[in-house]
């Protein structure tokens, strides 16, 4: 078993969030606009569904930032 204290596990982690969060990033959206179609679609619901996916990409994207600080980390470490 890894070592869970060890930068590399920590990138390697943070690594499997960021490819979880990019997949809801992708299919949230696309989920909400095909519920939102059924009664029609308004100005209002491509709003919301914006935000949204603005909201899913800003966490992407800080995950992202995230876990290549940490591996960059490790390898200054080494």
């Given at each position: 078993m890894p070592d869970p204290i060890s930068i590399e596990f920590a990138a390697a982690q943070m690594a499997r969030i960021h490819r979880i969060l990019r997949w809801v990033a992708v299919l949230?959206?696309?989920?909400?606009?095909?519920?939102?179609?059924?009664?029609?679609?308004?100005?209002?619901?491509?709003?919301?569904?914006?935000?949204?996916?603005?909201?899913?990409?800003?966490?992407v994207f800080l995950a992202w930032f995230t876990a290549d600080a940490i591996r960059r980390a490790a390898e200054r470490r080494e």
């Open positions: 949230v959206p696309l989920a909400l606009l095909a519920m939102i179609s059924v009664d029609g679609i308004s100005l209002t619901d491509i709003g919301v569904t914006a935000f949204v996916a603005a909201m899913l990409w800003l966490f």
